[in-house]
């Protein structure tokens, strides 16, 4: 019973760094695509 409870707890801390971690790139490659096509795609 022990081990499940271990098993779930670092399940959770895992799915919440992945999250943590997918939302950073996530920002990022958003930055990325809007300086693109603000800069190459419609200049001003």
């Known amino acids: 019973?022990?081990?499940?409870k271990e098993f779930?707890?670092?399940a959770v801390k895992g799915n919440a760094m992945d999250?943590?971690?997918?939302i950073i790139i996530g920002a990022a490659f958003?930055?990325?695509v809007s300086?693109?096509?603000?800069g190459v795609?419609?200049?001003r």
């Open 8 to 10: 779930k707890e670092f």
């Open 35 to 38: 300086s693109l096509v603000a």
């Open 19 to 22: 999250m943590a971690v997918g």
């Open 1 to 4: 019973m022990g081990m499940m």
């Open 30 to 32: 958003g930055k990325i």
């Open 41 to 43: 795609i419609m200049p």
